[in-house]
């Protein structure tokens, strides 16, 4: 995991994206790719004509990014990463998918409508989405990995691996709704065999519990950090009946390191 992607643009959660990205890159020695993402104006598209007033808000929306860039790379030079910029124009979720065919991960918001669901899914990456409260992430800290035995929980623990080594302690969360194909001891063993000897905590879950299990299993273990599959069926399912990815994108207090 060296090839970190993270969406920039002037709005409310970019310091808490930047300071993650920053976290994760500096901690694996890698490097950070910057995509600052002017936005097109959100207008109905039969008001989109291309005339003076679309051109004067797309003129305004780049200025403000084009200051929003020289403020950053100031800052970015004073960080022990290495680091490039990449402007593009559009809608974040396209722009990030574009410039994500060699990333090993990508740092955007945790909001369950935005960016993060849509880049899980569509890809190919693991996605870390970050809350607006978050100020980094402490990748050395206490990881609490969800595990239904999926194979989205699959591609989530091999892609967290890099960042599992960095941790004081890992815990293996299994919540069993009955339907476990691979069991949370497998799991461990994997990691056992990269040098990660994980704690296995058990529960099991009634449907439509899952949610509730983990964000309780955050708090009373402190975890600085979650590792989880994501989207293990349909957005449109999720989206109608709810769903443990979009509960947590909406209510977790610590970042999410998804894949699917």
């Known amino acids: 995991m ?6 920039i643009h002037d709005d409310e959660g970019q310091e808490a994206r930047f300071q993650a990205a920053l976290d994760v890159t500096r901690a694996l020695e890698g490097h950070l790719t910057c995509i600052d993402v ?3 104006p959100e207008t109905p598209a ?3 004509d291309g005339g003076a007033g679309s051109a004067m808000v797309l003129a305004e929306e780049r200025s403000r990014e084009a200051a929003n860039r020289v403020a950053l790379e100031q800052r970015l030079a004073k960080e022990d990463v290495s680091w490039n910029w990449l402007d593009m124009t559009g809608e ?3 722009c990030l998918r574009d ?4 990333a090993d991960l990508i740092v955007v918001d945790r909001d369950p409508h935005g960016a993060a669901a849509g880049l899980v899914l569509e890809s190919g990456a693991p996605v870390l989405a970050v809350s607006d409260p978050t100020r980094g992430v402490d990748v050395n800290g206490r990881v609490l990995v969800a595990w239904d035995g999926s194979p989205e929980a699959e591609a989530a623990l091999r892609a967290a691996v890099p960042l599992l080594k960095l941790a004081e302690h890992v815990m293996i969360l299994q919540v069993d709704d009955g339907s476990i194909r691979v069991p949370a001891g497998e799991a461990a063993s994997f990691l056992s065999r990269h040098g990660i000897h994980p704690l296995v905590i ?6 439509g519990e899952a949610a509730q299990i983990i964000l309780a299993a955050i708090g009373e ?9 994501g989207f293990g069926r349909s957005r449109l399912m999720e989206a109608l009946f ?8 909406s209510k977790s207090p610590v970042p999410l390191l998804m894949a699917h």
Do not use: C, F
């Open 38 to 40: 002017v936005l097109l």
């Open 92 to 94: 974040p979720v396209r």
């Open 221 to 229: 273990r402190r975890a600085d950090y979650l590792v989880m599959g």
């Open 242 to 249: 709810g769903g443990v990815s979009r509960g947590l994108l």
């Open 202 to 207: 058990l529960e099991t879950a009634a449907q």
């Open 46 to 48: 039969e008001l989109w």
């Open 99 to 102: 410039a994500s065919a060699i």
């Open 2 to 7: 060296k090839n970190i992607l993270v969406l």
